[in-house]
């Protein structure tokens, strides 16, 4: 690199014995930075491989111009002040022990504090994460094929376990065909805007308390769109009515929505799509493996499986792995298969967790118990809470949102949970809810007893009391 003014001025090529690097007037440093690496000296004792890794060092402070560092810390700084800004907490679970798990305080420090916890929130929702079907799946395939997929699905990415779990998503389904992606929200792009784009003068008419995957979904088509409102028939079918008799009509949504835990008036729904000859898309992700005879879903559940078009899915919640799919007639899952960037350009999902996910759809194809206890123990845990005066909505599906209404008073909350009970449940906030919703999301399942529950909500009542936050006035 030729020596600039206002740059950082060296040639590594170049360096030799009291050779110095020193920083001129570049716009792109501040006054701290200038005064971190004002002066780099490199001499006879400073080896060529120590002075190149602090200049490097150094240039690293300067790839950043001041502007944007400052006007994003200032949006980080809004958040926090908000009581919006989120933060990880580093989770350690525990084969046969779920839903006890250890809490590391701060992982990267060697004598950080562990503790241990109960875990609320998780999306493993009946625990087949440690099933020892879906353990033993995944690590023979790990030996046996290797870790990763080593590719694309066209170029060397498909092996037999993504082949077969496929098929047996597109039999619990009672769909022509399936495909598997790497996310639920890949799955959920990739697909709507895919379909809606090669469908000619295409509208989709798009649920407004979809998830953000679908919402991407919608936009990246660049078709036209409208949106009703959340789980109202009337208004879509008003808007349905006013469109183009020729358009292909899109309807997208989702059978339970994860942060109220309602569900969609599916039949309505599809009844709408027969009068006008539209196409449906249904977001299941929160009720695979959870409802339905083969644990197909709120549609399967209800009978109503054969009147939706595609159905989208995630292998990461009730099934316990990871990766998203959708199944549906074979002609467009073939089309978004031939035309979606988000599965064509991105590598396959490892071969053991494909067969780990097969494993585990096989194994809830077939098994009711797990669904069974599940339904118990939210049915235990919402009659508690409201003995307790504690506010939640009381949906028909598993999640429990438990209301708080503030954004600063749910993050206090669900710190004191974590302190003084060793229970761990997440707080959700904007953008994910609305502001004034602020909420926790409780998700009983199967591994948790009707003690824990006891304890949860008992630990509830005292955060409650502890914070002063408004019961419910039933």
């Known amino acids: 690199m030729a020596t600039q003014t206002n740059e950082i001025s060296c040639d590594l090529a170049e360096l030799g014995p009291e050779a110095s690097v020193k920083v001129a007037e570049n716009p792109h440093v501040n006054a701290a930075q200038k005064e971190d690496i004002k002066e780099t000296t490199y001499s006879e004792e400073t080896s060529q491989h ?5 200049l490097a060092e150094d240039r690293q402070t300067t790839a950043l111009p001041v502007a944007a560092s400052e006007a994003l810390s200032s949006k980080l700084e809004g958040l926090k002040k908000e009581g919006k800004y989120r933060t990880f907490v580093d989770v350690e679970r525990h084969v046969g022990a779920f839903p006890k798990a250890t809490y590391h305080e701060d992982p990267t420090c060697t004598k950080a504090e562990k503790r241990p916890i109960e875990v609320w929130c998780n999306n493993d929702y009946l625990g087949m994460g440690q099933h020892p079907s879906v353990i033993d799946a ?6 046996s094929l290797g870790a990763g997929a080593g590719g694309t699905r066209n170029i060397s990415g498909t092996t037999i376990y993504h082949t077969k779990l496929e098929k047996e998503l597109g039999e619990v389904h009672d769909k ?13 792009e990739a697909a ?3 379909i809606a784009k090669h469908l000619p003068k295409c509208e ?19 078709v036209p769109k409208h949106i009703w409102r959340h789980n109202d028939v009337g208004h879509l079918e008003e808007l349905l009515a006013a469109a183009a008799p020729d358009a292909n009509k899109l309807i997208v949504f989702e059978s339970v929505y994860s942060m109220d835990g309602d569900i969609a008036p599916i039949e309505e729904i599809c009844d709408l799509a027969d009068k006008y000859g539209a196409l449906t898309y249904i977001d299941e992700v929160h009720a695979v ?15 109503l499986s054969d009147r939706i078009t595609v159905i989208s899915g995630t292998l990461g919640k009730a099934y316990g792995v990871h990766g998203g799919y959708i ?10 298969r031939s035309f979606a960037p988000g599965f ?9 967790v494909a067969a780990g996910a097969l494993a585990s759809v096989r194994y809830l194809k077939n098994s009711n118990k797990e669904r069974d206890i599940q339904k118990e123990r939210a049915a235990t845990m919402k009659k508690l809470l409201k003995a307790r005066q504690i506010p939640f909505i009381n949906s028909e599906s598993h999640i429990i949102p438990v209301m708080i209404g503030d954004a600063k008073l749910c993050k206090k909350g669900a710190d004191l949970l974590m302190q003084k009970h060793g229970i761990y449940v997440q707080p959700i906030n904007y953008p994910t809810v609305p502001v004034g919703t602020e909420r926790y999301r409780f998700t009983p399942g199967p591994l948790h007893d009707n003690k824990m529950i006891e304890e949860a909500v008992d630990a509830l009542d005292d955060i409650w009391e502890e914070l002063g936050i408004q019961r419910s006035l039933e």
């Open 50 to 54: 120590e002075f190149a890794t602090k």
């Open 176 to 188: 022509e065909s399936a495909l598997v992606f790497s996310s639920g929200f890949v799955a959920n």
């Open 138 to 143: 995944m690590c023979d395939a790990t030996r």
């Open 204 to 222: 989709i008419f798009s649920d407004a308390s979809n998830h953000a995957s679908m919402i991407e979904g919608v936009r990246n088509a660049r």
């Open 327 to 336: 199944a549906g007639p074979s002609v467009v899952v073939d089309a978004v």
């Open 289 to 303: 493996g959870l409802y339905g005879s083969k644990g197909g879903g709120v549609a399967q559940l209800r009978g």
């Open 192 to 194: 709507i805007s895919t």
């Open 344 to 352: 064509i350009f991105t590598t396959s999902i490892p071969p053991s």
